[in-house]
Nanobody, 117 residues
Framework: QVQLVESGGGLVQPGGSLRLICAAS????????MGWYRQAPGKEREFVASISSGGMTIYADSVKGRFTLSNNNAKNTVYLQMNSLKPQDTAVYYC???????????WGPGTQVTVSS
């Protein structure tokens, strides 16, 4: 099994920055990539960014140019650097693994990000 632990959420003022970290443990050899999603109150969960094990990244249009996703394969960890944060970025952020095998696709418990003055 794969377990995910997220950290780095919190309260920040508009224009500020946060860095989210997601660390995978357990049977990580089946993971081909990792990603971040977010869910604001009353809204559906939406894609934020993803990164393959080879380092290829994809971003949602709403975060392009502001968020940067990177990985450390040796540590099975991904880092989401979030800059120029806006109130509309407020949400619970969830880390997810990608895999060709269903048993390696898991979600983290989520971390709250609140952007407010």
């Amino acid at each position: 099994q794969v377990q995910l632990v997220e950290s780095g959420g919190g309260l920040v003022q508009p224009g500020g920055s946060l860095r989210l970290i997601c660390a995978a443990s357990g049977s990580t050899f089946g993971i081909s990539g990792m990603g971040w999603y977010r869910q604001a109150p009353g809204k559906e969960r939406e894609f934020v960014a993803s990164i393959s094990s080879g380092g290829m990244t994809i971003y949602a249009d709403s975060v392009k140019g502001r968020f940067t996703l990177s990985n450390n394969n040796a540590k099975n960890t991904v880092y989401l650097q979030m800059n120029s944060l806006k109130p509309q970025d407020t949400a619970v952020y969830y880390c997810k693994t990608y895999s060709l095998t269903a048993e390696y696709r898991v979600w983290g418990p989520g971390t709250q990000v609140t952007v407010s003055s």
